[in-house]
C-alpha cells in the first residue's frame, strides 16, 4: 500500500473555502483517502505544498489536443474559411504519427498547466489513448466523423468507426480513458446518417459528443432547411440526453436553452476559440442559471493558441459578463466550479473536487509570486491571475505527473523536438 501526502499547502474545498489542511491520496486506489488538517496523516511519500495552493485538477471539456501541430498556422479567419482553406487541407495530410505526436505535446502542455482530464475529438484515437494512458491523465476520447463530400460508403465507415471505437476504448488505461459517440456537427453530418447511426449509440448506453451552434453559419441552414433551430432538430433525432454534452453552444436561444436543461444535456463553452474566431458570445450566465450543466474547454490550439484552463477560466469570466452586459455574470466561484466539477460531471469522471472517496486528481499552484500577492481571495486568484505556469506539481489517479515543474511522464525535450520535426513535414506535404 503507497499513500502520498500532499502536505504544507492550502487547500480548496469543494464549496470554494479555503483552508489550512494535507491531503492524503492512495497510489493503489487513486483515490483521495483523507483531507485534514495539518500534521494530522502520514503517507509513504510527499509533495510540497507550502505556500501553495491545493485545487481539484482542472478538466479540459472540449479540445483537439493533437491540433497542436498547427499552433499558429492559420490565423485571424471565421470558423467556415479556417477550417475550409487551412486546417482541413492540413488535416487530410496528418499520419498516425503525427496525431501521437502532437497529441503527446499537447498532453504536456496540460500537465503543466494543472489539467489532469480532457474530452478530445479527433482521428487516430488509439494513439491518442496510448498517449494519454503514457501521460497517466484521465480522458474521453472519440472518432469524430464527418459526412459532408463524402460518398455514402465513406461516410457510413466514418460513422461506424465513430461507434466501434467508443465500444473499443471505453474502460482503457485502467478505467482512465471513457469514450463519446461523436457526430462533428448538425450540418457536417447528414440527416440520414444521424437518424441512422444516433439510436445505435443510445441503445448502447454511449455519451454523444459534438460541436452545435458555434456560429451563426450553423444555426441558419438548419433553420432554413428543417424549420426548426439546430437543438429543437437535434433533439428530434434523439441527440439530446442526459450523457450528451455539445461543444460551444453560443448561438442558443431561450427555446433551446430550456431544452438543454429539460433533456440534462450539457455545455462545454469554449470562449477563446469563441473571440478568436468571431464566432460569437455564449450566454453561459443565463444557461446556467437554467441549470444546465456547463464545462470549460480550450478547443484546439490552432483557434486558442494555447491549453491553458487559467487563461480559459479568466476569458469565461470576462466574455461571460459582456454577453450578460453584467459584471457581477459568471463570477470567479462560477468559473472555478465549472473548470473543475462542472468539467468533471460532463466527463463522467468522479473528480473535480477534494474530497475523500473521489478520484485523486490535483494540481498545486505556487502562490509565492508578483502577480499573486496580496492573497485576498484565492479564488479571484484562481480565476483571474493564475498561469499555467504557477503550477508546482499536477497528480492524476494518485500518481505523481509533473513535480517541481519537471514532467516526469514524459522526456519532455524530445517529445517538444519531435512534434516540431512531425509539424514541420506536415507542412511541407500540405504545401505541395
Ligand atoms: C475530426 S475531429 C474534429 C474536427 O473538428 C475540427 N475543428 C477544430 N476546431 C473546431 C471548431 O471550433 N468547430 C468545428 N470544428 C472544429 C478539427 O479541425 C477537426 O477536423
Ligand atoms: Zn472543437
Not at 433533439?235 to 442558443?252: K, M, P
Not at 436543461?261 to 442559471?289: F, I, R, W, Y
Amino acid at each position: 500500500m503507497s499513500e502520498l501526502l500532499v502536505t504544507g499547502g492550502q487547500v480548496l474545498r469543494p464549496d470554494l473555502t479555503v483552508e489550512r489542511a494535507d491531503v492524503l491520496v492512495s497510489q493503489d486506489s487513486g483515490d483521495i483517502v483523507a483531507v485534514d488538517e495539518p500534521g494530522a496523516l502520514d503517507g509513504d511519500d510527499e509533495l510540497d505544498a507550502s505556500g501553495g495552493l491545493v485545487i481539484p485538477g482542472l478538466v479540459n471539456a472540449h479540445t483537439h489536443v493533437a491540433m497542436t501541430l498547427l499552433r499558429g498556422l492559420a490565423d485571424d479567419k471565421p470558423l467556415d474559411a479556417w477550417l475550409q482553406e487551412d486546417v482541413w487541407p492540413v488535416e487530410a495530410e496528418l499520419t498516425a504519427e503525427d496525431i501521437r505526436a502532437g497529441a503527446e505535446l499537447g498532453l504536456i502542455e496540460m500537465i503543466r498547466s494543472g489539467t489532469t482530464a480532457l474530452s478530445d475529438m479527433y482521428f487516430e484515437v488509439e494513439e491518442i489513448a496510448d498517449a494519454v494512458d503514457q501521460a497517466g491523465m484521465r480522458a474521453v476520447l472519440g472518432f469524430t466523423a464527418v459526412t459532408v463530400g463524402k460518398d455514402d460508403e465513406a461516410a457510413r465507415s466514418d460513422l461506424r468507426e465513430s461507434l466501434d471505437v467508443a465500444r473499443k476504448l471505453d474502460g482503457a488505461a485502467d478505467g482512465r480513458i471513457r469514450t463519446t459517440f461523436q457526430p462533428h456537427s448538425l450540418t457536417t453530418v447528414g440527416e440520414d446518417y444521424l437518424r441512422e447511426f444516433v439510436p445505435e449509440a443510445l441503445s448502447d448506453d454511449l455519451s454523444i459528443h459534438l460541436h452545435a451552434n458555434e456560429t451563426r453559419d450553423e444555426v441558419t441552414p438548419i433553420v432554413d432547411e428543417h424549420g426548426q433551430r439546430p437543438l429543437a432538430y437535434a433533439d428530434d433525432i434523439g441527440l439530446l440526453d442526459g450523457d450528451t454534452y455539445v461543444a460551444h453552444g453560443v448561438h442558443v436561444d431561450d427555446s433551446e436553452i430550456d431544452l438543454l436543461a429539460e433533456t440534462g444535456t450539457g455545455v462545454a463553452h469554449c470562449p477563446a476559440s469563441n473571440m478568436k474566431l468571431a464566432s460569437g458570445m455564449a450566454p453561459v450566465q443565463d444557461l446556467l442559471d437554467a441549470g444546465v450543466t456547463v464545462g470549460i474547454g480550450t478547443d484546439g490550439a490552432a483557434s486558442n493558441n494555447d491549453l491553458d484552463m487559467f487563461d480559459e477560466m479568466r476569458d469565461a469570466a470576462m466574455i461571460g459578463k459582456l454577453a450578460a452586459d453584467d459584471a457581477s455574470a459568471v463570477d470567479a466561484g462560477t468559473v472555478v466550479e465549472m473548470a473543475t466539477q462542472n468539467g468533471a460531471d460532463l466527463l463522467g469522471f468522479d473528480s473535480g473536487r477534494l474530497e475523500a472517496g473521489t478520484n485523486a486528481d490535483l494540481a498545486v499552484i505556487d502562490l509565492d509570486a508578483p502577480h499573486l500577492t496580496p492573497a485576498h481571495d484565492l479564488v479571484s486568484h484562481l480565476a483571474y491571475a493564475v498561469h499555467g505556469s504557477d503550477v508546482r506539481h499536477t497528480v492524476c489517479d494518485g500518481e505523481v505527473l509533473m513535480r517541481d515543474r519537471s514532467v516526469e511522464v514524459f522526456n519532455e525535450r524530445a517529445v517538444r523536438d519531435r512534434a516540431s520535426e512531425h509539424a514541420a513535414a506536415l507542412v511541407e506535404r500540405a504545401s505541395d
